[in-house]
């Protein structure tokens, strides 16, 4: 009988390492939606919290007692991209192109309005200035 070889066992097995990882996703995923559904529950009781703080505060709370992850792992990080993805996609079908633009004309009109006016206060502003410092000592 020889030596074990150190390459032997299951830590060496690619099979035992998906099965492995594939249910730490799971449970991760698990924890999120539960803790997930839980906000949302907690939110609509008591009306004055909004449900994205507590989804944030959930997140802060579940990577620092260590129940997930800093870092996601690929299946998990391919599975919120896909997500976004699908959010982003649904709500440019809801958006109705016409008052896109409308809204983008109606943004840029106020845009300048709000830049006119301050330019027109630092013009007011700068000539006060100079009466201040070069006209008033001049006339006196």
């Not at 992850?69 to 599975?79: A, W």
Request: include cysteine.
């Amino acid at each position: 009988m020889g030596a074990p070889d150190s390459t032997e066992g299951p830590e060496s097995n690619p099979s035992i390492d998906a099965h492995h990882q594939m249910r730490t996703d799971l449970e991760s995923l698990t924890l999120i939606w539960g803790g997930v559904l839980i906000c949302n529950f907690v939110s609509k009781k008591y009306r004055r919290i909004s449900p994205l703080v507590l989804h944030l505060l959930l997140g802060c709370l579940l990577v620092n007692l260590g129940l997930l992850p800093e870092t996601p792992s690929q299946f998990i990080n391919t599975l919120s991209e896909l997500a976004i993805t699908i959010v982003m996609f649904s709500l440019g079908l809801e958006e109705d192109v016409r008052n896109f633009i409308a809204g983008i004309k109606q943004g840029d009109s106020e845009r300048r309005e709000r830049a006119l006016w301050k330019t027109r206060i630092l013009a007011m502003k700068c000539v006060k200035r100079l009466q201040t410092k070069w006209l008033h000592p001049l006339l006196n």
